[in-house]
């Protein structure tokens, strides 16, 4: 799937496009989330998509065009 422009109208304040993002990376999260315990910790969740949103915002699309 190309992520292009969805990155770019998120990345220019569009909350659909930062949605359908964490949406479409939702399950790669929560692995992480879930990794080393036996439980879900949603602090945990919470801080990962915090820093899935950060990073998409500082994420240089113009490099991977």
Same mark, same amino acid.
């Given at each position: 799937?190309?992520?292009?422009? $969805? ?6 304040? @569009? ?5 359908? =993002?964490?949406?479409? *990376? ?6 992480? $989330? ?6 879900? @910790? ?5 801080? =990962?998509?915090?820093? *899935? ?13």
């Amino acid at each position: 799937m190309n992520y292009t422009e $969805t990155i770019y109208a998120a990345q220019h304040g @569009d909350p659909l496009a930062m949605a359908q =993002l964490i949406k479409e *990376f939702q399950p790669l999260i929560i692995s992480i $989330t879930c990794r080393g315990h036996s439980v879900f @910790d949603e602090d945990r969740y919470q801080i =990962l998509t915090e820093q *899935f949103i950060r990073t998409t915002y500082k994420f240089n699309l113009e490099r991977y065009l």
